[in-house]
């Protein structure tokens, strides 16, 4: 009887094995990997490194055999991330402060900067997602694309080396941002209202939560500041400080524009 319950256990373990790798290799075709290779810059010698970058944790929910998303991959990814785009700056900006290097390395490793990178690279068609996140893709898609890009660049390392991974790094984020002079543009606006504020010698802006709408999981904070008593701006954002900051660059607008 034991033999025959062990039997049926591994036919059954082997049907779920299959129907596992049947669910990957319907997204992730031979087709796709080929896609892949033309992106990172090299040819794969390990995919199962990529499966487990493109792995989001929703996928686990319908297909439980798989005990690892995409989240170890993306801790070291973001290491890989950090460490190629200091060494880039401390050679590409060798005048500059530490202040200088911080503030432009965070600016070139954030949410949006990745997210965009991600976009241009088409890394969507490639994620291992849940049907339910598939449908509704679009409300957290900047969040998961940019934790994609970090674990994809953690696979790039393991996979060729550091080298190939600060190569894919490079051409797909920061030369872009670095051409096209992203680095210098300041959207710290609260910062910038805060120094007019006291340059004109005027009160400092305040700012204030004057509603909260939608569902809890998708808030919209909307946030009024005054300088004084005059509102100069209001914004609208999925958290209070986002909110603060729109709110910081309309009223840097109507500074600029009083007319308007």
């Given amino acids: 009887m034991g033999k025959v319950l062990s039997w049926i256990l591994e036919k059954l373990k082997q049907r779920e094995e299959r129907n596992k790798s049947k669910a990957i290799s319907r997204i992730l075709t031979p087709q796709k990997f080929a896609e892949l290779e033309k992106i990172i810059g090299f040819s794969i010698k390990n995919r199962s490194y990529f499966v487990q970058a493109l792995m989001h944790r929703s996928f686990l929910e319908n297909n439980s055999g798989y005990a690892v998303s995409n989240e170890r991959m993306e801790f070291l990814g973001d290491s890989v991330l950090n460490l190629t785009v200091a060494e880039y700056l401390f050679d590409e900006f060798p005048d500059k402060d530490e202040g200088f290097l911080t503030k432009v390395r965070a600016k070139l490793v954030n949410r949006i900067a990745l997210a965009e990178a991600a976009e241009r690279i088409n890394l969507a068609d490639f994620l291992l997602i849940s049907k339910n996140l598939s449908n509704n893709f679009q409300n957290g898609s900047r969040t998961v ?62 700012y204030t939560v004057i509603k909260e709408e939608g569902p809890q999981h998708n808030r919209i904070f909307t946030v009024d500041v005054l300088i004084g008593t005059v509102e100069y701006g209001v914004g609208k954002g999925k958290n209070k400080k986002s909110a603060e900051q729109s709110a910081a660059q309309a009223a840097l607008e109507k500074i600029a524009h009083p007319e308007n």
């Fill in 145 to 206: 694309l940019a934790d994609a890009l970090e674990a994809v660049i953690g696979a790039c390392y393991l996979d060729n080396g550091l080298k190939a991974a600060q190569a894919f790094i490079e051409r797909i984020l920061v030369d872009p941002n670095i051409k096209d002079g992203v680095y210098l543009i300041d959207e710290n606006f609260k910062s910038q209202l805060l120094e007019y504020a006291q340059a004109n010698h005027m009160e400092n802006p305040i």
